[in-house]
C-alpha cells in the first residue's frame, strides 16, 4: 500500500503560482511513477503530467505545457507540482497517483491515489 496527501492549493488570481506537493508513505516511493490528474465540477478526471521512476523524464499535457513542472525528491518521498502562470481554467481538484508501469496518462493505470487538493483561480 501507499498512502499519498496531496497538499499546497488554495486561491489564486490569473497570473499567479501555487505548489503542490504530494507525500508519499507506505512501499519504496522510487518504485513508483507518478502522475497529477485534475478534476473539474461536472468534468472527467484529466492528465496533468507525469514523471516516470527510472529516470525522471517528465510529461505534459499541452493544456499546461510551458507552465507546469513536476519533479520529485525520492529522498523525501514528495512529488511536487509547480503551476505558474495560472488561467481560471486550471481551477479543478488536483490528485496526485502512484503507478509500477513507467509511464502512463491513464487513470486506470495508477493504483494509488490522494484525496485531492482545491486549486481555484479568479479572473
Known amino acids: 500500500q501507499v498512502q499519498l496527501v496531496e497538499s499546497g492549493g488554495g486561491l489564486v488570481q490569473a497570473g499567479g503560482s501555487l505548489r503542490l506537493s504530494c507525500a508519499a508513505s507506505?512501499?519504496?516511493?522510487?518504485?513508483?511513477?507518478m502522475g497529477w490528474f485534475r478534476q473539474a465540477p461536472g468534468k472527467e478526471r484529466e492528465f496533468v503530467a507525469h514523471?516516470?521512476?527510472?529516470?525522471?523524464?517528465?510529461y505534459y499535457a499541452d493544456s499546461v505545457k510551458g507552465r507546469f513542472t513536476i519533479s520529485r525528491d525520492n529522498a523525501k518521498n514528495t512529488v511536487y507540482l509547480q503551476m505558474n502562470s495560472l488561467k481560471p481554467e486550471d481551477t479543478a481538484v488536483y490528485h496526485c497517483?502512484?503507478?509500477?508501469?513507467?509511464?502512463?496518462?491513464?487513470?486506470?493505470?495508477?493504483?494509488?491515489w490522494g484525496q485531492g487538493t482545491q486549486v481555484t483561480v479568479s479572473s
Open positions: 507506505g512501499r519504496t516511493f522510487s518504485n513508483y511513477a
Open positions: 497517483a502512484a503507478t509500477k508501469l513507467n509511464w502512463s496518462k491513464f487513470p486506470s493505470d495508477y493504483d494509488y
Open positions: 514523471i516516470n521512476r527510472i529516470n525522471g523524464n517528465t
